[in-house]
């Protein structure tokens, strides 16, 4: 199989297995109840865990989309957020160890041509790629850490979008749960 169709189809893959889970939870959302005993320290484990793959996503917006339903959704939001931020430094670390996985694609070229021009920029790129939903912030991770951006900031400008991102989802859920019992006579 070639590798663009095998692509495609892993994509196809993921897609399906996120709708799927996102399916699941809010069916099993008592069960998932139950996951209060983690409260926001197993919010914050799940989405270092879901970010610390590189290209690879595992689907930690799912399920921040079902905790906002079941927690306050700014207190997700903030858990999350951090926990993505600190699972991104998977990939700041393969840039910064100079062995990045696709050095030699054409968009992470890109990408670290622009942030190399417009180093001021960079932070902001960050914080935007970071809100983003797309599989692409490890390439940003990456170019931030082969052009030595201090991982603090590379982290805050992380941070501030992951949150932002992961507030969006978890309010959906929250909004989501609350309109869908509206539509359940009884």
């Not at 906002?68 to 931020?85: Q, S, T």
Request: net charge positive; charged share 10%.
């Amino acid at each position: 199989m070639p590798a663009d169709r095998r692509t495609t189809l892993l994509r196809i893959l993921a897609l399906a297995g996120v709708i799927t889970l996102t399916g699941l939870l809010f069916l099993f959302r008592e069960q998932v109840q139950k996951l209060q005993h983690l409260g926001y320290l197993g919010i914050f484990l799940i989405s270092i865990a879901a970010n610390a793959t590189i290209i690879i996503p595992l689907p930690g917006v799912a399920l921040t989309t079902a905790m906002g339903a079941i927690f306050n959704p700014l207190g997700v939001a903030v858990a999350a957020g951090l926990g993505a931020a600190l699972g991104e430094l998977s990939g700041y670390l393969a840039g910064f160890s100079g062995q990045a996985v696709v050095e030699q694609a054409s968009s992470y070229q890109r990408l670290i041509n622009w942030m190399q021009a417009n180093p001021r920029l960079s932070l902001l790129a960050i914080l935007i790629l970071a809100f983003i939903p797309n599989p692409l912030f490890d390439l940003a991770g990456m170019t931030a850490g082969a052009m030595r951006i201090p991982a603090w900031k590379f982290l805050l400008a992380c941070a501030l979008g992951k949150i932002l991102k992961m507030a969006v989802f978890a309010y959906a859920g929250a909004y989501s749960v609350d309109w869908m019992l509206t539509l359940i006579p009884g």
